[in-house]
C-alpha cells in the first residue's frame, strides 16, 4: 500500500468524467487500498480516485464513525430528493471552503470490490453530502460549482487548515472529502 499524491485543482483529470471499471481485480483492489491510505493520511472523509490523477469510477467514504472505508465501483446517483445549505470542503482545494446546495436524500447505486452491486441510501447526514461530493469528483465536478452564491467560499484561518475531523456531525460536515 502506498499514499499517492493529490494531483492539484487546476489538473485536467478532475474536470473529466471517469471511466467505468469493467473488472475488479487485483489492480483494482491494489488502487482501492492506496486510495484508502491516502484518505485516512489527507485526514478526509472521502476521495474519488480522480483525485490521485486516476481517470477511473471509483471512489471511497469513511466518515468518523466508520471503522471501515465504504469502497464504491461504478457508484451512480439513482435518485436526489431536497435541498440544503451545507459548508464543504475538498482535499484538492486546500484550505478553502464554501457554502454548497446540496440534496436532502440521496440513492446511490454501485459496486463493491467484490463485483456485486448494491445500493446505499443516505438522508441528511455527512453520508448524504460526501455520496455527492465523490460521484461529481468522478462526474468531473468540484464544489465549487454547487456554491449558493460565488461569494460564498472563504479562506481558513492558518491555525484551523486541517484537521477537523473531531466533534460532532456539524463539525464533520465542514471537513474535507
Ligand atoms: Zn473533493
Redo the contacts with the bound molecule.
Keep these: 500500500m502506498a499514499v499517492r499524491p493529490l494531483v492539484s485543482a487546476q489538473d485536467p483529470v478532475l474536470s473529466r468524467k471517469t471511466i467505468r471499471v469493467k473488472r475488479v481485480d487485483a489492480g483494482i483492489r491494489r488502487l482501492v487500498k492506496d486510495m484508502i491510505e491516502t484518505m485516512h493520511y489527507a485526514q478526509g472523509v472521502?476521495l474519488?480516485a480522480n483525485?490521485i490523477g486516476v481517470p477511473l469510477r471509483i471512489a471511497v467514504i469513511q466518515l468518523p464513525e466508520d471503522e471501515e472505508a465504504l469502497v464504491l465501483v461504478n457508484p451512480e446517483v439513482v435518485h436526489r430528493e431536497g435541498s440544503r445549505e451545507l459548508t464543504e470542503g475538498?482535499?484538492?482545494?486546500p484550505g478553502y471552503s464554501g457554502c454548497t446546495l446540496r440534496s436532502e436524500k440521496v440513492h446511490v447505486k454501485a459496486q463493491g470490490l467484490d463485483g456485486k452491486t448494491f445500493r446505499i441510501k443516505a438522508e441528511g447526514d455527512l453520508m448524504t453530502q460526501a455520496l455527492e461530493?465523490?460521484t461529481d469528483?468522478l462526474d468531473g465536478h468540484?464544489?465549487v460549482e454547487r456554491l449558493v452564491s460565488q461569494d460564498q467560499m472563504w479562506k481558513h484561518d492558518e491555525d484551523e487548515a486541517e484537521g477537523e475531523l473531531e466533534g460532532d456531525a456539524t463539525e464533520a460536515a465542514s471537513s474535507?472529502?
Design positions: 472521502g474519488a483525485q475538498c482535499l484538492s482545494i461530493h465523490e469528483h468540484l464544489y474535507s472529502n
